[in-house]
C-alpha cells in the first residue's frame, strides 16, 4: 500500500510518499480500506519533533480515518467487510495511507448523511471538543460558556455541541470568522484581534480554551465562582484556580466507538455540521499540512485518499 511516512523531524519536506506493506488485523481489530484522512495540529507538532522520540521512527502521520471495512481480525462482531466507518486512531498508527488496521471499539458506523472526506474531518476535533465540554467541563443545559478558537477544526464542533446540549455560547475568532462563528450557533461571536473577551462575556460556567498563554491567563477573571477551565494545551494554574475560587484542567483525547457513534447521531439528525475548509489528494499531504500550520483555515485540512 502507499503512505506518507516521515523518516526524520523537520519541515513539511520531511513527509514521502512510500510503499510499504499492508497491515493485517489483529485480534479486536478491522482492516479499514482509508478513503478520507484529515489533518490536525498533532501531525505537523509529531512532525516537527515536539510530541515523540526517535525512537518512534519511521511513522506514518494521521489520527483522523474514515473508509470501508476490507477485512476483520477473529473476535470482531461489530463490522463486517464492506460497512463504512470511521474511526480517531490511537497514537502507534497513521491516517496518511491507503490501509490501516483498527481496534473495532474505537471504530463508529459512518453518519449516513456524510461523504467519506467529511466523515475524515469529524473523529479527533469532534471527540476533542464532547471531552473537553462534556466529559471534563461537565457543561450542562442553561450554563454559560466561552470557547476560545471557536472557528478551528475542535472549535466549530465545541461550539454547536455547546449549543445543542441548551448552552450560552461566547466564542472567540478572527474577524473574517465572525459571520462563520454566529452561524454555528454562538450568542456572542468576539474578534479577539480588535476586542477584550473579558468586557464581554461574564459569570461563565466554562472556559474552553484551545489557545493557552496570555489567552488562558486572563480567562480567569470572566469565570463565576466554582467555574472551570478545560484547556487542550496548557495546564492552569492551580494557584490562580485557587485565588479565583475555580478549578482548571487539561487533558489528552481519547478514542471512543460509542462517543463517536452520539456524534453521528447528532449530525445526521441535522445538529451539527461538518466545516471542510480545504482538501488535498493524499501525495500532497505536505501542502494540507502546511495549510493548517501556516495559513489561516476555517475548519478541516482533509487528505483525499481514494
Ligand atoms: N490535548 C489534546 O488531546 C488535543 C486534541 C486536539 C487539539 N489539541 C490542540 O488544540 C488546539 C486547537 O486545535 P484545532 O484542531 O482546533 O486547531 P486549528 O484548526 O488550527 O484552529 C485553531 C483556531 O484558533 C484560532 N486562534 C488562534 N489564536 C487565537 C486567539 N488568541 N483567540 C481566539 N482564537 C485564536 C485560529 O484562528 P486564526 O487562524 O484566525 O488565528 C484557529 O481558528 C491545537 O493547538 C491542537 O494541537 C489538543
Known amino acids: 500500500m502507499q503512505s506518507v511516512r516521515i523518516h526524520a523531524f523537520g519541515g ?57 471495512v476490507e477485512g476483520c481480525g477473529p473476535g470482531v462482531e461489530e463490522f463486517k467487510p464492506g460497512d463504512a466507518v470511521y474511526a480517531l486512531l490511537t497514537p502507534d498508527r497513521g491516517g496518511y495511507a491507503e490501509f490501516v488496521a483498527v481496534k473495532a471499539e474505537d471504530c463508529a458506523a459512518e453518519p449516513a448523511s456524510l461523504d467519506h472526506v467529511h ?67 454562538a450568542d456572542e461571536a468576539i474578534d479577539y484581534k480588535n476586542r477584550r473577551f473579558e468586557d464581554i462575556a461574564r459569570d461563565i460556567d466554562l472556559v474552553y480554551d484551545l489557545v493557552a498563554g496570555d489567552t488562558q491567563e486572563r480567562s480567569w477573571s470572566v469565570l463565576r465562582e466554582g467555574g472551570i477551565i478545560v484547556s487542550t494545551l496548557q495546564e492552569p494554574s492551580k494557584e490562580k484556580a485557587a485565588e479565583h475560587k475555580a478549578r482548571g484542567a487539561r487533558y489528552m483525547t ?53
Open 12 to 68: 513539511p519536506e520531511v513527509l514521502a510518499l512510500e510503499t510499504e506493506p499492508t497491515p493485517d488485523p489483529q485480534s479486536g481489530e478491522v482492516l479499514v480500506r482509508i478513503h478520507a484522512a484529515s489533518v490536525n495540529p498533532v501531525d505537523y507538532k509529531i512532525r516537527n519533533g515536539g510530541y515523540v522520540g526517535e525512537d518512534r521512527l519511521p511513522l506514518t502521520l494521521g489520527r483522523d480515518i474514515s473508509g470501508v
Open 119 to 185: 466523515a475524515a474531518a469529524v473523529p479527533l476535533a469532534a471527540l476533542t471538543a464532547w471531552q473537553g465540554i462534556f466529559d471534563h467541563g461537565g457543561l450542562s443545559a442553561g450554563q454559560r460558556v466561552l470557547i476560545h478558537g471557536a472557528a478551528g477544526g475542535v472549535g466549530h464542533f465545541a461550539v454547536q455541541f455547546a449549543k445543542a446540549r441548551g448552552a450560552t455560547v461566547y466564542a472567540t475568532c478572527s474577524g473574517q470568522d465572525i459571520d462563520f462563528v454566529r452561524s454555528l450557533g
Open 254 to 306: 481519547k478514542p471512543d466507538g460509542a462517543e463517536l457513534g452520539e456524534i453521528g447521531r447528532l449530525i445526521d439528525a441535522g445538529d451539527v455540521r461538518v466545516e471542510v475548509g480545504k482538501v488535498f489528494p493524499l501525495r500532497q499531504a505536505a501542502d494540507a499540512e502546511r495549510a493548517l500550520e501556516e495559513e489561516h483555515v476555517r475548519g478541516k485540512v482533509v487528505l483525499k485518499v481514494a
